[in-house]
């Protein structure tokens, strides 16, 4: 019998709105300066995505899905959410740096 698990992945385009707001920890030492693409990736992990886009993020349990990666692109972040660690096929994945580099071998 096969297992079935839930999983989703998020794209979050950087010259956005939403990618735009300053998304600063109340305890962030002081220091140099931090991208902003760095400041956004750890907002992230943090879970700014269920409580800003609530949404678009699936519930498991009244629980968000764990975040289990974070990809930077050049115009965007990939996330992959998921109950288990588990990568989709090059074929279903939304990640366009993966699609794009399998759609060629069709």
């Given at each position: 019998?096969?297992?079935?698990?839930?999983?989703?992945?998020?794209?979050?385009?950087?010259?956005t709105?939403?990618?735009?707001?300053?998304?600063?920890?109340?305890?962030e030492?002081?220091?140099?300066?931090?991208?902003?693409?760095?400041?956004?990736?750890?907002?992230?992990?943090?879970?700014?995505?269920?409580?800003?886009?609530?949404?678009?993020?699936?519930?498991?349990?009244r629980?968000p899905?764990?975040?289990?990666?974070v990809?930077e692109?050049?115009?965007?972040?990939?996330?992959?959410?998921?109950?288990?660690?588990?990568?989709?096929?090059?074929?279903?994945?939304?990640?366009?740096?993966?699609?794009?580099?399998?759609?060629?071998?069709?």
């Amino acid at each position: 019998m096969e297992a079935f698990f839930t999983s989703q992945e998020i794209l979050v385009v950087i010259n956005t709105k939403f990618a735009a707001e300053e998304y600063q920890p109340k305890d962030e030492e002081k220091g140099p300066p931090r991208p902003h693409i760095e400041k956004l990736t750890e907002a992230c992990w943090n879970g700014i995505l269920s409580e800003k886009l609530p949404e678009i993020c699936i519930r498991v349990n009244r629980r968000p899905l764990p975040i289990w990666e974070v990809g930077e692109g050049e115009h965007l972040l990939y996330m992959k959410l998921g109950e288990m660690d588990a990568s989709p096929d090059a074929e279903y994945t939304i990640n366009p740096y993966r699609f794009a580099a399998n759609h060629n071998l069709n």
